[in-house]
């Protein structure tokens, strides 16, 4: 009997990597050592977690990187490379918003600067495959600070240099990309609308392929866009949304002038505070979905070949879940092969029915009615651990 185990970790509690031990233990318990074959694969959503993940499962490398943090602090962040020529990154590492203590958090001073170093450090090593994970920033700089990182000057209408920080969107006339990697610029939406003697013809320029994990479509601007909806998750008043967001308009403005490109029309482009517009437009990047991004890195549909049931599940499944999570991405790709998937979660919510929808073919709780949530957490393992044996033992009869 082969048994794929592609859980989301219960964050707080459990990782992803231990959710897998534990089913195998409890599949061998039931059925018998010999008569299972446990396949784990630890998986993310492109969320926190996502870099481990992938690394767990392809067995690839830790890198540690000195970079600058929201606040331009020298800090270590990390990326993974799964293969020597392969690089992962969470944006979160080096701009995230649980770098930045609560009394300090305010979107005009933060920067997404320290995401363009890690890039930067995986081109110094010749890597040219870069995924990157863009949730969970602190920044609404509109991508300025990576830009910056990477050798593009954004500049006043004196031609001085700006720092990018989500005060100085207002303050961008200019873009000079002479200083931005060859092979970057090669792919970008902007490709066509410049004219520099840097190489961009050269075949002898690498190319540099660059994926975008994101699962929000909102636009730079406007209502839906970066600023007016995240804006003040990360610190921001209603006065400072109000002048971030004309900023977020002028730097708008200023790359569909110079460049010829609307990022309002991009899907995503108000991913992390603007980034996912820096991302695609300027560095060539394409956005996916961060599950299927992960499934496709660690071979999931490869995996999936001949097995009899996935496991599959997350600390509280709701409504939310059908969004880009991982148990409809498992649920997806295991219908598509018509396999049975069981979604076994710390706790049901709202909506999570509808994951019934997904090629989910049954959702199962850990969690005992009643018991509360800190009692929960704190037993987490003993109660995943007795819950997946008795999940066996009842798909066992079915």
């Known amino acids: ?5 592609a859980s989301d970790s219960f964050k707080g509690t459990l990782s992803s990597a231990e959710i897998c031990t534990l089913l195998e233990k409890a599949a061998k318990e039931v059925y018998g050592e010999s008569n299972v074959n446990c396949i784990g694969l630890p998986v993310a959503d492109g969320g926190e977690g996502t870099v481990d993940a992938v690394l767990a499962a392809k067995h690839g490398e830790r890198i540690k990187v000195q970079v600058h943090g929201p606040l331009m602090e020298e800090r270590e962040a990390f990326y993974g490379c799964p293969d020597p020529d392969h690089a992962i990154m969470e944006m979160a590492a080096a701009s995230g918003l649980t770098l930045v203590p609560k009394e300090l958090r305010n979107p005009l001073n933060t920067t997404s600067f320290g995401v363009g170093e890690m890039i930067l450090d995986a081109l110094n090593r010749g890597i040219r495959d ?3 994970a863009i949730g969970g920033s602190a920044t609404n700089d509109g991508g300025m600070g990576c830009l910056t990182a990477l050798g593009v000057k954004l500049q006043d209408e004196s031609g001085n240099p700006l720092d990018g920080k989500g005060m100085n969107l207002e303050r961008v006339r200019n873009i000079d990309l002479s200083g931005l990697d060859p092979g970057l610029r090669k792919h970008s939406i902007i490709h066509d609308h410049i004219h520099d003697h840097i190489h961009d013809h050269d075949p002898s320029v690498q190319d540099i392929k660059l ?3 994101c699962d929000v479509t909102n636009p730079l601007c406007g209502v839906n866009g970066a600023t007016r909806v995240y804006g003040p998750q990360k610190g921001g008043t209603p006065e400072m949304i109000e002048r ?3 900023g977020m308009q002028n730097y708008r403005d200023v790359i569909r002038k110079e460049l010829g490109v609307d990022a309002d029309t991009i899907p995503g ?9 820096a991302l695609s437009i300027f560095l060539g990047g394409q956005i996916r979905s961060g599950i299927d991004t ?4 660690i071979d999931f549909d490869k995996h999936l070949a001949d097995a009899d049931l996935v496991i599959t599940g997350e600390g509280r499944a709701d409504a939310q879940s059908c969004c880009g999570k991982v148990l409809q991405g498992v649920g997806k790709r295991a219908k ?3 396999i049975p998937v069981i979604g076994l979660c710390g706790s049901l919510g709202e909506g999570a029915e509808k994951l019934l929808d997904h090629g989910i073919t ?7 009615p009643g018991m509360p949530l800190e009692e929960a957490m704190r037993r987490a393992e003993e109660l995943y651990y007795r819950s997946a044996v008795r999940m066996f033992k009842e798909w066992g009869k079915e």
């Open 294 to 297: 992960v499934l496709d890195l």
């Open 362 to 368: 049954k959702l199962l709780t850990t969690s005992e």
């Open 130 to 132: 870069i995924t990157i």
């Open 244 to 246: 971030l967001e004309q």
């Open 269 to 277: 482009s108000g991913a992390a505070g603007g980034l996912g517009a």
């Open 336 to 338: 598509a092969a018509g």
């Open 211 to 213: 994926t975008i994990m």
């Open 1 to 5: 009997m082969k048994l794929i185990f």
